[in-house]
Structures are given as structure tokens and as C-alpha cells.
């Protein structure tokens, strides 16, 4: 046998070997699901998740793929968020289930810690300023009310509402969804707004941006597509590593479904 002809039966031998086994490496290969409705079961039945305690690979995956901890999300006030999103949608209080947004009040208010995230296509959708009550700090919000004229920020899950037009503007509704930690919010007036505060020549001045009076107040110049684009019942998460909130939260107690 000439040397062409041996070398031509050997790539045969070797195309035809490649082609039997093809179909068993597809079958092996699962695809990651981005579907909104397996990211939303991600810890079915799974009680309070514990920084301590294995995150889900799905759940890992929407955050690692968005690489949120580069924009200054902690990883924290994402897992409780989507833990909290899922009761939510299991009640059926989210008309617009495909978008979260979460204020990560661990960050200063001089850092973009306002994130909305769309979780069908996987997009971070906005990441900007948000402004804390005047009396919930300065630099950092490290007190929180329920009460009216508190002028602190409430924590926890809201779901969005109406737009209307009111002293600020163009403005959005909020109802807060934990008794006894943000239900005050409809009455307290407690909404998305802008504010001229709300900026990077502020935080060049002060060293931080300036407070509201417990409304998450967002910057001039980009308010109206992020409220246009939440409102409608989607569900919004104030977050901070405050231990009377986390251990008082019935969302977060409670399993998701």
C-alpha cells in the first residue's frame, strides 16, 4: 500500500470513529438555562440562604455571568434579593417578573448602588446613585424606619406601582411588602424621584451624595427610563447587613416555592 493510500484510509478510519461517538458528546453537553423561570426556583423549598452555606450553580451563574461584584454588588444583597423575589412571584404579587432592582446599602452613597437587572436576557439594565434618608446617615445608611417623619430609609422588598406627577416630578409608588419594616412606605409617601442632589459634583463637594427624606431619590439626568422601566409591579430590594432586618424579614424566613 503506497504512502497516499495509507494515509487516506487512516483519516477514513479516524472520520468515521469521530462520527460514532459525535452524538454521545452531545448528549453529554447540558446547555445553562437563562429562562426566568429556572432562575426563579433556584432554592425551591430552601430555607434563609446563610453567606456560609453553598450558593446554587444557576444562581452563581446569572452572577458571575453579569459579573456583578465588578459593578459593587455584594454578593449578599444579591442572593436575599432573588430569595425574596421568589416569594414574591410565588404569591403572584409581581406583574413584572423579569426585572429586579436592588439598593445595596452596604455601599456608600458616593458608589452607583442602585443595580436593575433584567433576569430573562441577563442585562444589567441600569447602575446609578440612590439617595438614603437624611436621617439614616451620611456617607453610609446604618438606621432605618418604619415610622412617619422619620426621614430614614425603610429596608426590604417592595413591589412598584403607579407613575404619577408630584413634587419632584415624574415619580413612582412603592408598597412595601414587610409588615412592621416598610409597610408605612405608601403612607410616609415613600417613592422613586429625582433629586438635584443626586450627583457626581455633590459627592466631589461633600464626599457623598445628598440625602432625601427616606425616598431612594435617583440622579436628573437618567430617573425617568429607570422608573419607566421597573413600574408595574416589579420588585424592588433595599438592602443593608443590618441584623434587626435580617433576622425580623418574614420573606426571608420564609421557603421559597
Do not use: W
Not at 446569572?62 to 461584584?69: A, E, M, Q, R
Amino acid at each position: 500500500m503506497n504512502k497516499s493510500l495509507k494515509k487516506f484510509y487512516i483519516f477514513l478510519t479516524s472520520l468515521f470513529i469521530f462520527l460514532i461517538h459525535l452524538p454521545f458528546v452531545f448528549a453529554k453537553m447540558k446547555p445553562v438555562s437563562n429562562n426566568i423561570s429556572d432562575i426563579s426556583n433556584l432554592k425551591n423549598n430552601a430555607s434563609l440562604l446563610k453567606t456560609s452555606e453553598p450558593v446554587s450553580s444557576a444562581k452563581s451563574y446569572v452572577f458571575d455571568s453579569l459579573h456583578l461584584n465588578t459593578f459593587g454588588l455584594t454578593r449578599q444583597a444579591f442572593d436575599y434579593a432573588l430569595q425574596g423575589f421568589n416569594i414574591l412571584r410565588s404569591q403572584g404579587k409581581l406583574n413584572n417578573d423579569s426585572i429586579i432592582s436592588i439598593v445595596d446599602f452596604s455601599l456608600a452613597s458616593s458608589k452607583k448602588r442602585l443595580f436593575v437587572i433584567d433576569l430573562k436576557n441577563l442585562k444589567m439594565l441600569f447602575n446609578t446613585y440612590v439617595a438614603h434618608g437624611r436621617n439614616s446617615g451620611s456617607e453610609y445608611a446604618t438606621q432605618f424606619s418604619n415610622d412617619p417623619k422619620s426621614f430614614e430609609s425603610s429596608l426590604g422588598f417592595y413591589v412598584t406601582q403607579d407613575t404619577y406627577k408630584g413634587t419632584h416630578g415624574f415619580s413612582l409608588r412603592l408598597e412595601g411588602e414587610e409588615k412592621g419594616i416598610n409597610d408605612n412606605a405608601y403612607s410616609r409617601a415613600i417613592v422613586m424621584h429625582c433629586a438635584c442632589y443626586v450627583n457626581e459634583k455633590y459627592i466631589q463637594h461633600k464626599g457623598y451624595i445628598g440625602r432625601s427624606l427616606g425616598c431612594p431619590a435617583l440622579p436628573q439626568k437618567i430617573y425617568k427610563p429607570i422608573i419607566q422601566k421597573i413600574k408595574g409591579g416589579s420588585c424592588l430590594f433595599m438592602y443593608s447587613p443590618d441584623t434587626d432586618y435580617l433576622s425580623q424579614s418574614t420573606l426571608l424566613q420564609l421557603q421559597s416555592s
